[in-house]
């Protein structure tokens, strides 16, 4: 599957390294940083032929990063930085010549809460990153977010997440985003010996092995997660960089406190990555000078450990070694030039304003792009008749996808079986064979590396569309989504378009595994949009307007509605439309409101209830759940004074409950009758279908839940 990396497209994206971000601006207010940290690169060859000169450089950065990393603790301490501190202490010896060697312009990294290091030398002044510790104005994230955890998304460096191992997934997508535009760029991938068994990293070494991705996994082991040693880890019998055979990529193991030596290793690895293409496994053995984080007092340590890793801590060694060369007072020069302009930073950023909170919830979205200019025929041939299409659910989704493969190239689907296969519900059926394998392709049976994969596609310019099998298994993938995905814009300011279709609901005896619908679930969380269409021109349009909305959206896809016949499917210049609620039916006894396939059964009720009983209900098919857009649904209620809302989800919990509440609240006054809820049973989805008839809502059981209501 090699040929999924060097697809190269001429995407409609920024150019590597995207527009310049907050840590590029020159800041007459920052002090200029000294002509010894003007250096952020390091070639192989310098390394080769002036090796001195590259060791001076590398002991600057190892100097500066601990130094910063220490007068942080201290500001800590003094009650000046909030929350806590997680230092490098004892670790610049890896970060600093790696991010030395990297390739700031192409390459890709994710950056541990080990690595301010790394973030001094990717981009920004020492200002911004103080700005970031002390949560204030001046705060790249707006002090959204806590000190390490963030990055520099505009320059390839991804935000931190506290679960380390769910950061792996990004950087393998992003990584190969750059290689489908042609550049030869490496991902870099950091988790410590205790992320090194959780089950992302395992899920992403077998991804990037498959997809031959370049990425360097680098396992920062320092012996202890938190306070848990790695002989409670793991089987000792079997390291960490040999794991690597499992998954058939190459494993090294590196002497972090030895920074030549470290350096040396990484240039190596770097150069047969960058060229093979093939991910290595790193495992670089290094230190942890001081407890997890400040609050750490260590006493879980034998006694001695501490002094035993001060006497292998890499930078008094590098020191120790330089100035016998170079004479102490360069030494010293550099150490008092650095520690002058780092308390001169200090007193800029101290005073900064602290944060304003105007504007937070605005920004939990990225602002919506412009239409794209689609062609206006629901296929994409500009020559085919403009005449509508009859066409079932499950086939106007796939007129949708092939629309936003043909004319979109930086879109591609990527899912379990969606290939050869065509889907678990054929819906992408065909496309595989149109577009070909770096367009269409089976991931493994590992969803959350999947999605993680597909966020760090969408973080670097890529669209991707991801299908799970069934809704259910979206929760292999909660992180990812949820905390990852839907968080991105508030707390690093990128967009993440990323479409997530999911299908989902029962009817069909599949049980408890295959039958859920998690709407409420999932859009508890800030930060995803929903759309859950219950037609066909719906579906169609659904897609359209999810693949270019700048969000990570879930696409909610009732499977009872894939095949439920066949109707018109035109091209719908207003698709948009689909994020507002449809009116199905007018009526001016109650206001009726539901979503998916409760639409359905909504509109016989409906018939059966002005039939039967002379009484009007006007029906609204919701069709987008977040952002709610219920507008034409106040104005119904003002008119009706009754409320009706319907769903397949269970009730307690339920989407429902949200929908009665704000319109409960802004309508409370005028209400003539108490809101009406009606949803599934609160238990598992049974397997039987007379179990499951009797989970479920059905048009009986709606009609005597209002009957009785009306009563």
């Not at 809704?471 to 993440?496: W, Y």
């Not at 989902?504 to 859920?516: A, E, K, M, V």
């Amino acid at each position: 599957m090699a040929s999924l990396l060097l697809s190269s497209e001429n995407l409609s994206s920024c150019p590597p390294g995207g527009p310049p971000s907050a840590l590029e601006r020159l800041d007459t207010q920052f002090p200029t940083p000294p002509d010894i940290l003007a250096a952020r690169h390091l070639l192989p060859a310098e390394l080769e032929k002036n090796t001195d000169a590259a060791l001076v450089r590398i002991f600057v950065w190892m100097h500066y990063a601990r130094t910063v990393d220490n007068r942080i603790l201290e500001l800590f301490r003094q009650g000046l930085v909030k929350g806590t501190v997680t230092g490098g202490q004892g670790n610049e010896a890896l970060i600093i010549p790696l991010a030395l060697l990297a390739d700031k312009g192409i390459d890709i990294v994710s950056f541990s809460h080990r690595g301010l290091g790394g973030h001094l030398i990717w981009s920004g002044h020492l200002c911004d990153h103080l700005n970031q510790y002390f949560a204030n104005a001046g705060s790249p994230t707006k002090a959204r977010e806590g000190n390490v955890h963030r990055g520099d998304p505009s320059h390839r460096s991804l935000p931190m997440i506290s679960h380390l191992g769910a950061m792996c997934g990004p950087v393998l997508g992003s990584t190969d985003s750059q290689r489908r535009k042609g550049l030869k760029a490496v991902g870099f991938s950091f988790f410590g010996d205790g992320g090194s068994s959780t089950g992302d990293v395992h899920e992403a070494m077998n991804l990037a092995s498959l997809l031959s991705l370049p990425v360097i996994f680098v396992i920062e082991n320092n012996q202890y997660a938190y306070s848990t040693p790695v002989r409670e880890q793991y089987d000792q019998r079997v390291e960490l960089w040999q794991r690597a055979a499992g998954y058939g990529i190459e494993g090294r193991v590196v002497d972090a406190t030895d920074a030549e030596a470290c350096a040396r290793s990484l240039c190596a690895v770097i150069q047969e990555v960058r060229g093979t293409s093939r991910p290595i496994l790193v495992e670089a053995r290094t230190l942890r000078l001081r407890g997890h984080a400040a609050y750490d007092t260590g006493d879980y340590l034998p006694a001695g450990a501490f002094e035993e890793f001060a006497r292998r801590d890499p930078l008094p060694r590098l020191r120790t070694r330089l100035a016998a060369g170079l004479g102490e007072a360069r030494i010293a020069g550099i150490e008092a030039e650095l520690g002058e302009f780092i308390e001169r930073c200090i007193k800029v950023s101290l005073p900064t304003a602290r944060p304003d909170p105007a504007g937070m919830e605005a920004d939990v979205f990225a602002p919506p792009a412009p239409p794209i200019a689609w062609v206006p025929r629901v296929g994409s041939d500009p020559s085919a008749p403009a005449s509508p299409e009859t066409l079932t659910f499950a086939q106007a989704i796939n007129k949708a996808l092939r629309k936003v493969l043909s004319e979109r190239p930086e879109s591609l689907i990527i899912g379990q079986d969606i290939a050869t296969y065509g889907g678990a519900f054929k819906v992408t059926e065909g496309l595989l064979k149109d577009f070909g394998r770096p367009r269409v392709f089976n991931a493994p049976l590992a969803e959350s590396a999947t999605t993680g994969y597909a966020i760090g596609l969408a973080l670097n310019g890529h669209r991707p569309i991801e299908e799970f099998q069934f809704a259910d298994f979206a929760t292999e993938a909660m992180t990812q989504i949820t905390l990852n995905a839907a968080t991105m814009r508030f707390r690093s300011g990128a967009a993440c378009p990323l479409v997530l279709r999911l299908p989902c609901g029962g009817g069909l005896t599949f049980g408890s595994f295959h039958s859920q619908e998690l709407e409420a679930l999932f859009l508890s969380m800030p930060g995803i949009k929903g759309l859950y269409p219950s037609t066909p021109q719906d579906a169609f349009n659904a897609v359209l307007a999810a693949f270019e909305d700048p969000n990570p959206v879930i696409l909610f896809e009732h499977k009872a509605l894939y095949r439920r016949g066949k109707q018109p499917v035109a091209w719908d210049p207003n698709y948009r439309d689909v994020w507002k609620p449809r009116l199905v039916r007018a009526g001016d006894f109650a206001t009726l409101l539901t979503y998916g396939e409760m639409t359905h059964v909504a509109e016989e009720v409906c018939e059966y209830l002005a039939t039967e009983y002379e009484v009007s209900i006007e029906l609204f098919d919701l069709r987008g759940l977040a952002p709610l857009s219920l507008g034409p649904v106040e104005a119904s209620l003002g008119k009706t004074g009754r409320l009706i809302v319907l769903h397949e989800g269970r009730l307690t919990h339920g989407f429902g409950a949200e929908l009665v509440a704000r319109l409960g609240e802004a309508h409370f006054g005028s209400l003539k009758a108490p809101p009406l809820r009606i949803g599934s049973l609160d238990i598992p989805v049974p397997f039987a279908p007379e179990l499951e008839a009797a989970f479920r809502p059905n048009r009986d059981k709606v009609i005597a839940r209002i009957t009785e209501w009306m009563g």
